[in-house]
């Protein structure tokens, strides 16, 4: 062979020879790149695609209904849609703005201004929760599918509209529970949204659902009050009818089961509407049962002669002298509003007598009074579960003087919420067991954990608690501050309260600001009702005592609750009428 | 020639896992079509292979002449089928040819065939008629627009004429010449001048990319070693274009992972230097030479650089995966092309001593 020898052979293969050392250098190169890419770059470009490829929708979690202890709605969850645009993807913001702005009732001009300036934006919401119908409506415009779109939400709805509002509170728009149990229970409420992932590809299509991956939704729970929906509208009602009468700055009603701490309603005035939440005054808000304290005035006193016959300071044979009107304590003089001579422990409350009452003072001393007031929950929150709640104001016992040994016997000197005034009154009517109050009787699954948490203890004595209802606060309707007050016969017990509101201009108490309340039960055997109105500062009419501002009401409520509860009462109280 | 087969084999297994899962609902209309010229491939392919060498070179400047025209004629409104901008497609009933494809193989035919018949003619008139071959065919392919194209039947001209034994000067005279053409060239079509600025800028960090090459260059990377598995990529839906041409390589990146792209690779380098064995039997013979050794080098070649391009090595260019790559003529004139390394280098045995002296007594 002469191949060796040819120079043209040789140089053509030391050629192909060249070509090859290049062809395989390039791929070297590729290779050396390829791993390097992979080396560095690997992580970061899997969750960036991880990133394009899925999309995570929200699954919205239906918010829990409300219930009223017989399984009456009063709030509960509308499926609705919202409606969002686009801005990016709108060509004419002036033909948007003016063929949606009618429809959601805005003005175009304002609102094609506010979609240019979020023109780069990619969402924005254009209405909340709208109606069905408007939704449809929507859709059958001829707009492009491409700039708007619906999500779906939930609207709180309250059936009753503003009733019970204080206790239920509301959602605001984005869900979050604002006020009353909403508040309290917003989390249970609420549930949990899920979430699900969902591969899509560039054109935002879905290609499937990565069912594994997903975040269950939870929806919201249900919560069973024990309010009692009828007594809670007749409650309302009759406030209304207050405020119209007496037009105080506001006032509050509660009622309970002594025997549980079964709160059946509650209401307060003013009060708002939560399906209009923008209209109302901060002074709405107020839910004047927990989120207000007053000085009690008298009805402090049953629970003072209470706890001083508990005590064995006093007995129910006890007598007391009333000094005819004046009784001087040191450098005080107390007066009554009637001159009385002598008097049993019974008239003392009947009666209503300061001079009494200062009288028991002296023999409980100071400690004895402050242990009275703790003894009842005074200045401790009941655990309801309002948010906001007061604990009310009790002085320390250092700081109390000569003068509290009068004053704290007629309900002076210290501020009480009125539904911890219904409590401790609850107390007595329960043959002297204190019971916590309670609003739910069941919150969520959780089966009988309100129940067991709920406090109940022993304070007075069955037969003084007893008496303390069956003699003195049942003859208070019968003959003393509350006689005028018409029961139709029926066997109820009550106190007034008349306190005179501190006045901080005049840096003493303001002789026409009152504050007029009347704690009422029925029946004295084994009270199943007990209500408690109070009145802040009543401006029109004459005369503001308890026992003709607060005690009516209280007396019609408690008469009406109970009919509902008793058919032949309720026949009874028909007849009378 | 049975690792030939194999890779052929192996790589089709590939482009069918990609091909057939390209689309939302599992389609197979891509696949049968593939499989159609697959099987005209192979058939041609044996056609090709068992034909005397001989005959093949006489009918090369035919052959030649005959791609021209079509060439000429794909430029024509009417006759021609424009896809995405450019003129390059014929259509033939239901399936549509790309004449520069085969330009490839049919311009490196020309000159063996040139320098075959120069042996009997006048040596400078055939080296005349190959230069004006090797600028003319170029310039005919890139007024479609079809640079990519026009670059690599650039390149396999001038790489026949470099194994054919050409001396070096005139190589080197010949690129300078090129080099400010070029030049010219891009600033005339801003489009590419824009598309290697990007390229620039892409150099450092992929999240510049221009967006083709950066969902490239994604797909490679979430693949990871092991890749997510043949057909489970998610990126081929819609997020990468081009991905069952052009970009196919990435999707190898994808679903087969690390592993997957130097495996093909090595299938490559494998199937290089196998062509190398066979191409150095016949280094007696100039023209069987020089053939066989630029269509192997231009087919490998070619996948090197697809490849860069999908990693962004060098700026995009529609350049297609040799045998990867969806697309009939592509796949043609690939087989075509291998058809002829085979022939040139296995008919040696019976027409031997035939060539040698042709060889010895012009060369």
């Known amino acids: 062979m002469t191949d060796e020898t040819d120079p043209s052979i040789s140089l053509r293969t030391n050629r192909l020879k060249i070509l090859s050392v290049g062809v395989v250098l390039l791929w070297g190169l590729i290779v050396v790149h390829l791993i390097g890419l992979h080396w560095t770059e690997s992580q970061r470009m899997k969750s960036r695609v991880d990133q394009q490829q899925t999309l995570v929708e929200t699954i919205r979690a239906r918010p829990g209904d409300i219930l009223d202890r017989n399984g009456q709605l009063l709030a509960t969850s509308i499926d609705t849609e919202s409606l969002y645009a686009i801005p990016r993807r709108i060509e004419n913001f002036k033909s948007f703005a003016e063929s949606i702005a009618p429809l959601i009732n805005r003005d175009p001009e304002e609102l094609r201004q506010q979609l240019e300036s979020q023109k780069e934006k990619g969402f924005f919401w254009l209405a909340r929760r709208i109606d069905p119908q408007v939704a449809d409506h929507i859709r059958a415009m001829d707009l492009s599918k491409e700039t708007y779109g619906f999500d779906r939400e939930f609207r709180r709805y309250y059936p009753n509209q503003a009733l019970a509002s204080h206790i239920l509170g509301m959602r605001d728009i984005d869900g979050e529970g604002r006020g009353g149990m909403e508040q309290k229970y917003d989390e249970l409420l609420r549930g949990k949204d899920g979430k699900r992932t969902i591969v899509r590809d560039a054109r935002n299509r879905a290609i499937h659902l990565y069912e594994h991956e997903n975040e269950r939704v939870e929806h919201g729970q249900t919560i069973h009050l024990t309010l009692d929906i009828q007594i809670q509208r007749l409650v309302e009602k009759q406030l209304d009818e207050l405020m119209t009468e007496w037009q105080p700055i506001g006032c509050t009603a509660v009622i309970c089961e002594p025997k549980s701490g079964d709160i059946l309603a509650i209401a307060s005035r003013p009060t708002y509407n939560p399906a209009d939440p923008t209209t109302f005054s901060d002074e709405a808000w107020l839910n004047r049962a927990v989120n207000w304290s007053y000085e009690p005035g008298s009805t402090m006193k049953p629970l003072v002669v209470a706890w001083a016959l508990q005590q064995d300071l006093v007995s129910v044979n006890s007598r007391f002298h009333g000094h005819w009107g004046e009784y001087r304590m040191g450098p005080r003089v107390l007066h009554d509003t009637h001159a009385y001579g002598e008097m049993s422990l019974a008239e003392v409350l009947i009666k209503s007598s300061n001079i009494g009452m200062a009288q028991i003072g002296e023999r409980m001393t100071n400690a004895g009074l402050h242990q009275a007031l703790q003894q009842f929950g005074f200045g401790y929150r009941t655990g309801l579960g309002l948010p906001g709640e007061l604990t009310g104001f009790v002085r320390p016992l250092n700081q109390w003087n000569h003068y509290s040994t009068g004053s704290i016997p007629m309900g002076q000197e210290l501020t009480v919420t009125p539904l911890q005034m219904l409590m401790a009154h609850a107390a007595l009517a329960n043959r002297g067991e204190f019971q916590q109050p309670r609003l739910v009787l069941k919150a969520g699954h959780s089966t009988a954990t309100e129940k067991s948490a709920q406090l109940s203890m022993p304070l007075i004595d069955p037969v003084l608690a007893d008496w303390v209802i069956r003699d003195p606060m049942r003859r208070v309707l019968t003959e003393g501050t509350g006689q005028r007050v018409d029961v139709d016969g029926l066997d109820i017990f009550g106190k007034t309260g008349t306190s005179q509101v501190y006045d901080p201009e005049l840096g003493t108490y303001s002789p026409t600001k009152t504050v007029c309340s009347f704690i009422c039960g029925i029946p004295t055997q084994n009270p199943e009702l007990i209500v408690l109105v109070a009145v802040d500062q009543p401006t029109q009419g004459t005369s503001h005592y308890g026992s003709n501002v607060a005690a009516p009401v209280a007396v019609k409520i408690l008469k009406k609750a109970y009919g509902l509860r008793h058919v032949d009462v309720a026949k009874q109280l028909k007849t009378i009428r | ?363």
């Not at chain 2, 890139?142 to 004429?161: H, K, Q």
Request: aromatic share 10%; hydrophobic share 50%.
């Open chain 2, 1 to 363: 020639m049975a690792m030939i087969a194999l890779l052929g084999l192996g790589t089709m297994m590939v482009f069918s896992s990609t091909g057939a899962t390209r689309v939302l609902e599992l389609r197979t209309d891509y696949l049968l079509k593939h499989l159609t010229f697959l099987s005209l491939a192979g058939v041609m392919f044996f056609m090709v292979v068992n034909l005397p060498t001989r005959l093949i070179l006489k009918l090369a400047p035919w052959l030649y002449i005959a791609g021209l025209v079509l060439l000429a004629l794909v430029l024509i409104p009417g006759i021609g089928m424009k896809i995405n901008g450019a003129r390059r497609w014929f259509h033939l009933g239901p399936v549509s040819l790309q004449p520069s494809e085969f330009m490839k193989i049919l311009l490196p035919l020309f000159l063996a065939g040139m320098s075959r018949w120069s042996r009997e003619r006048t040596y400078t008139l055939a080296n005349g008629i190959a230069f004006i071959a090797i600028l003319v065919t170029p310039v005919m392919i890139a007024i479609e627009p079809d640079l990519g194209t026009a670059a690599i039947v650039f390149c396999m001209g001038s790489c026949y004429l470099f194994l054919a034994g050409f001396p070096l000067k005139l190589f080197v005279a010949g690129f300078s010449c090129i080099v400010p053409v070029l030049g010219g060239l891009m600033l005339y079509r801003p489009y590419q001048l824009k598309r290697v600025m990007d390229y620039v800028t892409a150099l450092g960090n992929w999240e510049n990319a221009q967006y083709q090459v950066k969902q490239s260059l994604l797909s490679i990377g979430s693949g990871g070693i092991w890749g997510i598995g043949p057909g489970r990529g998610l990126q081929k839906l819609s997020f990468l274009p081009e991905s069952h041409t052009d970009f196919v390589f990435a999707v190898i990146g994808e679903e087969l992972g690390l592993v997957g792209t130097l495996a093909t690779i090595s299938l490559w380098l494998l199937l290089f230097l196998c062509g190398i064995k066979l191409v150095l039997r016949v280094q007696q013979d100039r023209e069987r030479f020089a053939l066989a050794g630029t269509l192997l080098a231009g087919i490998v070649i070619q996948a090197a650089i697809n490849v860069c391009v999908v990693t962004s090595l060098v700026p995009p260019k529609g350049i297609s995966h040799p045998l990867l790559s969806y697309g009939g003529s592509n796949l043609l004139a690939t087989m075509l092309a291998f058809a002829l390394i085979v022939n040139l280098t296995q008919q040696q045995k019976n027409t031997h001593s035939d060539n040698q002296l042709h060889s010895t007594q012009f060369d």
